[in-house]
């Protein structure tokens, strides 16, 4: 099984970026996926969570209003949708899939790094 991330890189103060992450080798539509993210420093943080149908939606405070969690199972892809961004959201972002919401993760991307800097 497999998490690959993607959509990371540099930007401006109150600008957006769109990060994908395509699963492979387990049955994507059945788990809830989440999106973490860990600054340099800092412990690793859960930002949005989405359950398996796309139904039911989480996200942490400092996020919420500004990152929007989706999924499309047709193409085993979990994006984050980030919009306004902070230099405090400057961090690497992993993807992880868990088969129970609440549930400790199975799976995890290996990151990609957001910066937001001018």
């Known amino acids: 099984a497999q998490l690959v991330e993607s959509g990371g890189g540099l930007v401006q103060p109150g600008g957006s970026l769109r990060l994908s992450c395509v699963g492979s080798?387990?049955?994507?539509?059945?788990?809830?996926m989440r999106w973490y993210r860990q600054a340099p420093g800092k412990e690793r943080e859960l930002v949005a969570s989405?359950?398996?149908?796309?139904?039911?939606?989480n996200y942490a405070d400092s996020v919420n209003g500004r990152f929007t969690i989706s999924r499309e199972n047709t193409k085993n892809t979990v994006s984050l949708q980030m919009n306004s961004l902070k230099p405090e959201d400057t961090a690497v972002y992993y993807c992880?899939?868990?088969?129970?919401?609440?549930?400790?993760?199975?799976?995890w991307g290996q990151g990609t790094q957001v910066t937001v800097s001018s």
């Open positions: 992880a899939g868990s088969r129970i919401w609440g549930g400790r993760n199975d799976y």
């Open positions: 080798g387990f049955i994507f539509s059945t788990y809830v």
């Open positions: 989405i359950d398996s149908l796309g139904g039911s939606t």
